[in-house]
């Protein structure tokens, strides 16, 4: 009966409780869509750093990263391949990689590039450029001439498949390397930077121009899920020497990527923040209303004898309503607005090229987070009672006499 | 048996620098089974009286015994409690929660007591039945008249068998008919369940009847007659 009380109690005012409910169902549903918005667009700055050759782990020689030359390169991998063959869990994915610096030049026009020397089957299990091809085709294991590049830089070159293309660099000896290679296939990523910055070669081509025999610059590894590579790293490092190699992951490849994220987690909590004191001001105000309409009422129930400490809870159970109710509202609108967008996603095309900056990319996938929602929901809830908590105090503090006496 | 017993009690109410005695020295003994108006002129202390008398206010001075507890030592919450489950209570107005039907109004005082739901139900509906309102259950108090809803009230105060139930000016808003016909079944209540009755009035007819009928003047019984028939 008390639970009947308190809801026939907040239709007493039914202007007063839509405005409440509204600020609770406009609070739950921003705090989920905003978070998940959010979470979509830090997921998928990671995953697109992921994907773009970063992987979850790297293995490189000591000093590669810190000077990316070939002389830093690991001059005997099969070594390193046994140990991951070993100890790297079933789903996971790894390929050797040949990178170096390199100018790109055809007749008209040069620029400065990547060069990535691919196992062209391994690397399609690892990043993205396997499913990128969109004119043309993909490498082959022992493609001597054959190369890979961007949309981008086809563009800036003024060329297309079929064209010549001459990389140039510096070999182990430090002697000027170069080689004429033929574009077989052009490949687009999720940003032009990468299409500018990546040519693909074959393996054993790299390796010959470069006169690096078996060596390569790199090993990339992609797991199951980013949250092993921390674990995977450990073993990784484990049981390969220090001296000799570095093992990092992709928090440590990737510090933006981490960085962003705990921005977000910030900006979520001060989001939940801002709702909240607007929120709970709204409940406190009308809460605080309601009460002082009804000294009356509260003096007739102390008069019949109810402790105050039944009629806090009278109150308690009053907010408790239309917290449940705004609520199962506003998780209810925040699911349905996050599946309506979860398919196509929001399209920030027009806004990509100021976005892409940040390595962002031109759709954002919402990404609804328990995690978040708990929040959401808890914050709410539990700051929702808390604020009511005063005009409760105040409604049991009338003392009947008085109260009686007010009209 | 006194079920009431008040001995010297005072009150005084300060506002500002104004202070106003509204009870000087009150001393009276009330029966179980009394049916007792309490009449005065406007301020002459009724109501600071009856709320003494039922535990909602405190004295300054003197003794108030109520069914055996002496009010005067009682800390608030035994108050509320005794209030609960020794009083009765029937207000001039607003007697009754609003969003609660009538039945549920009445059962209301059981469920703050701990009556178990059917028995609870039970008491309630005949209750209402002995005042008259036996098709009305489930009306709320906007859907009821002012006589009407006077009568819930006064089936609340007694469906949990007090020992006293207080009304203050129950007729005030009513108009001489509805209040006569309130009156006679706060009667019949009275002589049916042997609760005593304890009322105030400015109301000639309402004292008609009354058994015994106390005069209040300035804070100070001045007269205390028993009546017959
Ligand atoms: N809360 C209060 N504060 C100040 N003075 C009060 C208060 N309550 C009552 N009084 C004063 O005490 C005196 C007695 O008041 P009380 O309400 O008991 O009279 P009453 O006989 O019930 O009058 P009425 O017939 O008008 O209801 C009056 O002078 C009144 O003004
Ligand atoms: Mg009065």
């Not at chain 2, 300054?60 to 919450?77: F, I």
């Not at chain 2, 906007?142 to 007090?162: F, Y």
């Amino acid at each position: 009966m008390f639970f009947q009380l308190g809801w026939r109690n907040i239709w007493r005012n039914r202007r007063r409780t839509l405005v409440i409910l509204t600020a609770v169902v406009i609070g739950v549903w921003s705090m989920i869509f905003l978070s998940s918005l959010m979470r979509g667009v830090a997921d998928q700055f990671v995953s697109n750093g992921i994907k773009t050759l970063t992987g979850h782990i790297q293995v490189h020689h000591t000093g590669y990263r810190e000077d990316p030359v070939v002389e830093n390169s690991i001059k005997n991998p099969a070594g390193v391949e046994a140990v991951l063959t070993a100890v790297l869990p079933p789903e996971a994915q790894w390929a050797p990689r040949v990178r170096v610096n390199a100018v790109a030049s055809n007749a008209r026009h040069s620029t400065g590039i990547t060069m990535v020397g691919i196992d062209p089957s391994r690397e399609a299990g690892v990043s993205f450029i396997g499913e990128a091809i969109t004119e043309g085709r993909y490498l082959k294991s022992d493609d001597p001439y054959g190369i890979v590049v961007g949309k981008a830089l086809v563009k800036k070159f003024e060329t297309k498949v079929g064209r010549k293309l001459v990389l140039m660099s510096q070999d182990t000896e430090g002697e000027t390397a170069s080689r004429a290679f033929r574009i077989v296939g052009v490949y687009r990523a999720e940003m032009q930077a990468t299409e500018k910055q990546f040519a693909f070669v074959s393996m054993p081509a790299a390796q010959q121009m470069l006169n690096l025999s078996h060596g390569i610059s790199e090993v990339a590894v992609l797991l199951a899920e980013h949250g092993q590579a921390m674990q995977v790293a450990n073993t990784l490092r484990a049981e390969l020497s220090a001296d000799e190699y570095e093992v990092n992951t992709w928090q440590e490849l990737l510090p933006m990527g981490s960085a962003i994220m705990k921005i977000y987690d910030w900006f979520i909590f001060i989001w939940f923040l801002v709702v909240f004191i607007a929120m709970g001001f709204g409940i406190v105000n009308t809460t605080l209303m309601a009460v002082f309409e009804r000294v009356r009422e509260f003096g007739l129930l102390k008069a019949l004898g109810m402790k105050p400490w039944w009629i806090v809870k009278e109150v308690l159970i009053e907010s408790f309503c239309l917290l449940i109710l705004g609520m199962v509202i506003g998780n209810a609108a925040g699911f349905v607005s996050v599946l309506a967008i979860s398919r196509t996603g929001i399209d920030l095309s027009a806004l990509a090229a100021g976005m892409e900056y940040w390595g962002m990319s031109r759709v954002i996938y919402p990404h609804i987070l328990g995690q978040d929602v708990m929040m959401a929901n808890l914050v709410v809830f539990i700051l929702g009672l808390v604020v009511s908590l005063y005009p409760a105090i105040k409604a049991s503090r009338f003392t009947p006499v008085e109260a009686l006496a007010h009209t | 048996m006194d079920i009431v017993k008040c001995t010297k009690v005072t009150k005084t109410y300060r506002q500002d620098t104004v202070v106003v005695r509204a009870l000087s020295g009150a001393s009276l003994s009330i029966q179980e089974g009394g049916f007792v108006a309490i009449a005065g002129p406007s301020g002459s202390g009724k109501t600071t009286l009856l709320n003494i008398i039922g535990g909602l206010d405190y004295a300054d001075s003197g003794r108030v015994v109520v069914d055996g507890n002496v009010l005067t030592d009682m800390s608030q919450s035994a108050l509320a409690h005794l209030r609960l489950h020794k009083v009765g209570f029937v207000f001039q107005a607003y007697n009754l929660i609003p969003v609660l039907s009538a039945l549920e109004n009445v059962e209301f005082v059981m469920l703050l007591q701990g009556v178990p739901p059917a028995e609870r139900r039970e008491r309630a509906k005949a209750i209402l039945d002995d005042v008259g309102l036996g098709g009305m259950y489930d009306r709320r108090p906007a859907e009821l008249s002012g006589g009407q809803q006077q009568r819930v009230a006064v089936a609340r105060s007694i469906v949990s068998n007090p020992s006293i139930v207080l009304a203050d000016e129950p007729t005030a808003n009513l108009d001489s008919k509805t209040g006569a016909s309130l009156l006679e079944i706060m009667q019949e209540m009275n002589e049916k369940k042997g609760v005593t009755f304890i009322f105030s009035t400015h109301d000639k007819m309402v004292m008609d009847y009354a058994r015994r009928l106390i005069y209040l003047r300035d804070g100070r019984i001045v007269e205390d007659k028993i009546r017959n028939g």
